[in-house]
T-cell receptor, first 110, second 114 residues
Framework: LAKTTQPISMDSYEGQEVNITCSHN???????ITWYQQFPSQGPRFIIQ???TKVTNEVASLFIPADRKSSTLSLPRVSLSDTAVYYC???????????FGKGTRLHILP | GAVVSQHPSWVICKSGTSVKIECRSL??????MFWYRQFPKQSLMLMAT?????????EQGVEKDKFLINHASLTLSTLTVTSAHPEDSSFYIC??????????FGPGTRLTVT
């Protein structure tokens, strides 16, 4: 299982775009990159998943460079409700257990 | 999206008693479920992998006799904390693996042992 490294915390303001970068230098060929969001006293919520290049859904974009050793979660126009912990996870997605890193505590300011 | 429920959402019990937490996949079958524990301000820690019809696989350092896991059906896994002590107080979260290999997390169960 590839280890991930993320910033411990980030602050931003409402309406800004927030980019959270995750390093995963020893990612394996069949590993996917998945991001989860967690609010206090709730289970993690799936945000986005990708393998390479760029993936976009209704809430976020995920940018993955060609070497796949890092990835960037992009949250457009954040609001106060985006204050949460964001986890970057790397795994095969094929009955692989998910090991959580420390995550990034994102704090959105008014 | 797929839904995973946990019951109860919170529980308070006395030291020395046992507590059972249920994890259900409501709209899909899950041969594999996972149990996590999370202490305040910390990340989720994987405790064990629950497989339907077979014994659970525990992570290193997790006492299998204390945290009993039973995956009774394709939609239900239970975690029983036996002889609970205050240090077992934590937030317990399960996840279920769908057939397309996407994992869905339950809302968590807050356990307080007094």
């Amino acid at each position: 299982l590839a280890k991930t490294t993320q910033p411990i915390s980030m602050d931003s303001y409402e309406g800004q775009e927030v980019n959270i970068t995750c390093s995963h230098n020893n990612i394996a060929t069949n590993d996917y990159i998945t991001w989860y969001q967690q609010f206090p006293s709730q289970g993690p919520r799936f945000i986005i998943q990708g393998y390479k290049t760029k993936v976009t859904n209704e809430v976020a974009s995920l940018f993955i460079p060609a070497d796949r050793k890092s990835s960037t979660l992009s949250l457009p126009r954040v609001s106060l409700s985006d204050t949460a912990v964001y986890y970057c996870l790397v795994g095969g997605g094929r009955d692989d257990k998910i090991i959580f890193g420390k995550g990034t505590r994102l704090h959105i300011l008014p | 999206g797929a839904v995973v429920s946990q019951h109860p959402s919170w529980v308070i019990c006395k030291s020395g008693t046992s507590v059972k937490i249920e994890c259900r996949s409501l709209d899909f079958q899950a041969t594999t479920m996972f149990w996590y524990r999370q202490f305040p301000k910390q990340s989720l820690m994987l405790m064990a992998t629950s497989n339907e019809g077979s014994k659970a696989t525990y992570e290193q350092g997790v006492e299998k006799d204390k945290f009993l896991i039973n995956h009774a059906s394709l939609t239900l896994s239970t975690l029983t904390v036996t002889s609970a002590h205050p240090e077992d107080s934590s937030f317990y979260i399960c996840s279920a693996l769908r057939q397309d290999y996407e994992q869905y997390f339950g809302p968590g169960t807050r356990l307080t042992v007094t």
